[in-house]
């Protein structure tokens, strides 16, 4: 089974930017689609982007243009590129595994947008 690890979060000022990692541990990484969702106080966790087995990708309306998932599958790792923070992009983020008869959540990492 794969497990995700993230890491790669912390303060910056708005406007700036942060790159978010999950690394997997496990085998057939390629075969599974991996998602970033966040989390702010007193809120539901949210999708983020979502990165497919074939490299497809999809992003929430709020950071599209802003913000950017990839993958290596030959290093087990996802990305989330994220430039011109704002604010509101403060969150717990996690990462996510996800296929058709398994699913497994990152323990999250912390991203916060202040000056």
């Known amino acids: 089974q794969v497990q995700p690890v993230e890491s790669g979060g912390g303060l910056v000022q708005p406007g700036g930017s942060l790159r978010l990692s999950c690394a997997a541990s496990g085998s057939l990484f390629s075969r599974y689609m991996m998602g970033w969702y966040r989390q702010a106080p007193g809120k539901q966790r949210e999708l983020v982007a979502v990165i497919t087995s074939g490299g497809t990708t999809n992003y929430a309306d709020s950071v599209k243009g802003r913000f950017t998932i990839s993958r290596d599958n030959a290093k087990n790792t996802v990305y989330l590129q994220m430039n011109s923070l704002k604010p509101e992009d403060t969150a717990v983020y996690y990462c996510?595994?996800?296929?058709?008869?398994?699913?497994?959540w990152g323990q999250g990492t912390q991203v916060t947008v202040s000056s």
């Open positions: 996510k595994v996800d296929s058709v008869d398994y699913a497994a």
